[in-house]
């Protein structure tokens, strides 16, 4: 039965050539069907209105659990994680998370099987197995997520924030651990969570595919009609409310100074969910502004800090806040009242917003609108099941965040004067400077925190106790909004998009470019490199990456910030291959943003306060590194040892401590002197604009360029047969519970066929060690596989754990390579090889949906491979490849000791000793520089389909 609110006509983009279809099926369950015959494959998402503030008192973490349980098997469908080995074989990769209000199941696949993923879903919510033995294992993969989490502090902030709002279920541990779950009967009681708050009429579901929107129709109802409607009512969970201000200082677990300011907003007459108001959007637009007036300007200009951000967003219909999270200097730390009382100057501004705000609001709404790029099916499909579970009418799903029509800038005034308030925040300060200086530990995370009073004089302090500051204003009006948008080349979707082209090559200058005749955008993409004969070393790596930084800072209050907000992005990116520059947005000021960004890198100077804040920011940053988790730590280390362009961060922060501003600035100016460019410009310009920049603009700065023989390139070392070494080390972070490996397996230089070959076993790898090392044997939250082609064919095996010593772990992986044979050998029956070939084929073929997306193929080929369409050729590779040839492989490079090229680095927390190694067949490394030094190098230029066997 259709009920009678189908049929609606949805509101779309006019650019938006997709079809839609809104349900309601019989069940109460909606669904908004999305028919793209542009795409080629799909996508999922699966919203349901039950998140982690009904767990009980009593079992928390319950349905961060039973979304766990969910993936465990079900009656039609019971091998455990089958729905993960399907989605894997078949192109597709998926996740679900758990939120305070609701929980999301998403996942994208090869178009020809959405179908049978369908049927594996649904199942899901209809007959899901939950068995005992699951039951006990994956209290175990909570209990090791929660372990990864406990020295992460955007964790433990959360946790704390939470504890502010008592009795409320904010207040309460979210995610769940072995103690809070390891409870008598939780198989029966997790099954009751589920009958009594899973129910159709709760779920929101959005399906994006190729195919008609009749067969999605068809195929909807034929699964999702029996889940069962229990007719719950949507929960409504209490506002968040202060009975008074509360002041936190805690100790997080990185050196960083930090101050996080909220004001909840009870009063469901201000809800942040009408969205054609606006009124969170244009508060947090104005408070988190950047360029000259702004809080952050201001900030920075008494070097209080290096950023802030804020947002206004609602988390469910009736809990929203206003935020605003500042990255505090050590000046600024020391200057808190200050900041708040600055923060409050800032509220009474708008109490007189400018009309122009609301202009630019409407006019940047309506210009999104009119020009929508397309977003990946996955992203569109989980934005759709959000919009759904907010818009009162169906038919405004897709523009329920664009409308302009209600903007009430006195709803604004009235709101800030009532809520955003001295006497209605909480306020949260981190510092490792208070350390010892608290008096309470937090329960789960064990965080060390305590209360401050405040005081009715201080309150008095942060409304009026300082001067008001004259250059605290609402911004000006943007200067950057696009006026034309002209499509300037003829669209073509049945057509390749043309490759890319050399147009122009002088005095180290290569522009690359290709029109769009696909997307039908006023956009383009621009990515350019910069190339020298310095690239590697600790002094070039840090200098970039102060640079960077300071770039951001220097643009910020003139252009950059309002290009951003007008739709423009610039940013200068230090990849461990190379530096970059990436421009993107509307042509109308691409070229405009281009060139801004060029006469900065040779008109460079900084003021000593920039160059001081940047610099305490950058070495905090690398000071803090040995804090990260320590899988990232072990990809880290092995980056040091494997890449010649990696340093030490250690000797950055020794480097940054000796660097003048004078000398910096000066090596700046000379480096880009002797800078070769290459650029690809893809978009809606043409070929006579992109010569013209480099004619008119590029080649008339002063500049030597490097001769291309001379420029310096990032070199993998060439691991050498037989061999296997071994980087052993603690972790710095003497709390953290966790060790954790990166084992690589180096297969060789490119190499057409190798590639074919590993592309396929990828899937077949990442799947089976998952369910080998994390669901059978449990050994940890974190226990995956993956390839990489950057400057060579390597496999890459990462496992985090709490229960088993790195040593082992490598054990493990290395028991782990046999068992492929057995997999591979299980693609024999039903075709399944065929299968696999022709999923991988579809995969590597899919159309990009988007400029970004096709650019960054192009670019990525390119840098990878220095051509800018290798992807066919692996496509037709495969069709040559057999089964054996995998079985071949395998065997001779996992399994042949005399072939096999390892590195393993592993990490320590001082919870595990690390063991004398007494193995003659290992080498322990601690000296990369000499490691690297004494090591053969992987050619810099690869040709992939020259006849080398490695």
Known sequence: MVSAIDNIEIIKSPNDKRNYRYLKLDNQMEVLLVSDSAIDNAAVSLRVGVGSYLNPPEALGLAHFLEHMLFMGTEKYPIEKEFAQFISENGGSYNAGTSSVYTVYYYNINQASLKESLDRLS???????????????????INSEHNGNIQNDVWRVANLRGMAFKDHPASRFSTGNFETLNKPGMRDRVVEFYNDNYSSNLIKLSIVGPQTLDALEEWTREYFSPIKNKNLPDPVHPPLVLDKSVYMHYVPVKSKNTLRIEWPIPDPAYTFTNFSKHTGPIISHLLGHESLGSLLSVLKKKNYAYGLSTYAHPTSKTIFSVVNDIDLTDTGL?????????????????????????????????????????????????????NLYYTKKPENVLKLRYFSDEIDLEEIKTLAQ???????????????????????????????????????????????????????????????????????????????????????????????????????????????RFESEHMSGTRTTTNLFLFEKIAKDILNEEYLYDMILSGISVKFINWLTHFELKVSGYDDKIFFALKTAFSLLYAFDCSPECFSRAVEKVSTRYINYQLETPYQLA???????????????????????????????QWIRNYFKTISFTFFIFGNVTKEECVDFCENTVSKFDRTPTPKADIARCRKVFLPKGVEHQVRRYTADAAQTNGAIETTVQIGVHNIKDIAIVTLLTGITASSFFDNLRTKQQLGYVATSLSSFVGNITFRFIVQSNVCPPHQLVAKVKEFFPTLIDTIETYRADQGFEKLVESTKDTLSRRKQNQIDAHSLFWDSFTMYNEFNFTPKVVKQLETITIDDLLTFVKRHFLTKSELRIFSTLIYPKTFEIPTNDDPEIIILNDFGTFRAKSLLCPAIQNPTSPIQN
């Open 334 to 386: 020391e200057n808190i009242d200050e900041i708040l009382n600055l923060n409050f100057q800032f509220m009474k501004l708008l109490d007189n917003i400018p009309k122009y705000v609301v202009e630019e609001t409407i006019a940047h709404n309506t210009i999104t609108w009119n020009n929508a790029s397309k977003s990946r099916a996955l992203d569109y499909s989980r934005s759709i099941v959000e």
């Open 635 to 665: 990809i880290k280390e092995s980056n040091l040892y494997l890449s010649t362009v990696s340093s030490e961060n250690q000797d950055k922060v020794n480097y940054l401590s000796q660097l003048k501003r004078e000398d910096f600035v």
């Open 123 to 141: 199942s899901f919510f209809i007959c899901p197995l939950m068995s005992d033995s699951s039951t006990n294992r994956e209290i175990n993969a």
């Open 418 to 528: 009532k809520y955003l308030t001295p006497e209605n925040m909480l306020v949260v300060v981190g510092s490792d400077k208070f350390k010892g200086k608290t008096d309470l530990v937090a329960e789960y995370y064990g965080t060390e925190y305590s209360y401050v009073d405040i005081t009715p004089e201080r309150v008095e302090k942060w409304r009026s106790g300082f001067p008001t500051d004259p250059s605290l204003y609402i911004p000006a009006p943007n200067q950057f909004m696009p006026k034309k948008f002209d499509i300037k080349n003829e669209q073509n979707t049945t057509a390749e998009i043309p490759m890319p082209s050399l147009v122009y090559s002088q005095n180290g200058i290569d522009m690359y470019y290709s029109p769009d005749t696909w997307f039908n955008v006023p956009m383009a993409q621009i990515k350019v």
